[in-house]
């Protein structure tokens, strides 16, 4: 892999945002779960700003002069999950510019994040607590049904089965660990994610009336 490039990130001793005005919720699920269907859902009906983990890595390699362009690149090849530093950084950034335009105030849905422990233990404290974790639970074959599919038309260079088996690796070995540690302090909405979208989604909108979200009117 690449050195990582020198990144600069003073410890703080409370978060950049604090939770009583800045809502999070994270999106986990294996890849193929349906989260970014959900999350577009969700950003309709109750006025949150979806951020996508991935989006932000891939549009920060393909941003001329970036200096973790290459770096990037070589991990999602590798379906491996590129540092924590890089990540928290481009959401703490995203967010920034997102709440500048909103008085202070605002509602994310980080998508696909967090992938480790150290990135959601660094997020946390860095940047804010987030209110729950959102998991869309979903077997590998079915998720691996649904990306060779999207393959056919994404262009995406991980939609392949290749690159699917080590994703999924990858998710349960990494990012389970992260559903069971939210999941300790309740803060996990397990959701079943093999029925339609619009079931799910039926799901998804009882849980959040449940958390304290209301529809936006």
Not at 179 to 208: L, S
Request: charge should be negative.
């Amino acid at each position: 892999m690449p050195a990582l490039p020198q990144l600069s990130a003073p410890a703080k001793d409370t978060p950049t945002f604090s939770p009583s005005k800045v809502s999070v919720i994270f999106v986990l699920g294996g890849p193929g779960a349906g989260k970014g269907t959900q999350c577009d859902k969700i950003v309709e009906d109750y006025g949150f700003t979806h951020l996508s983990a991935g989006d932000l890595l891939r549009e920060e390699q393909d941003r001329k002069d970036s200096q973790f362009g290459d770096l990037i690149k070589e991990y999602i090849k590798e379906g491996t999950i590129v540092p924590m530093e890089i990540t928290v950084q481009l959401l703490e950034n995203a967010m920034t510019a997102n709440i500048k335009e909103k008085d202070g105030n605002g509602r994310f849905l980080i998508d696909g994040f967090p992938r480790k422990m150290d990135q959601a233990i660094r997020f946390e404290e860095a940047v804010c607590p987030s209110k729950f974790t959102l998991f869309f639970d979903c077997p590998e074959d079915v998720m691996q049904e649904r990306l060779l599919n999207r393959g056919k038309t994404s262009g995406r260079a991980d939609d392949n089965a290749e690159s699917i088996k080590k994703r999924f690796k990858t998710f349960v070995e990494t990012s389970m660990p992260v559903v069971n540690y939210f999941e300790k302090q309740g803060k996990v909405v397990r959701i079943p994610a093999t029925k339609g979208p619009d079931e799910v989604y039926a799901e998804v909108k009882e849980n959040m009336g449940r958390r304290g979200f209301e529809e936006a009117q």
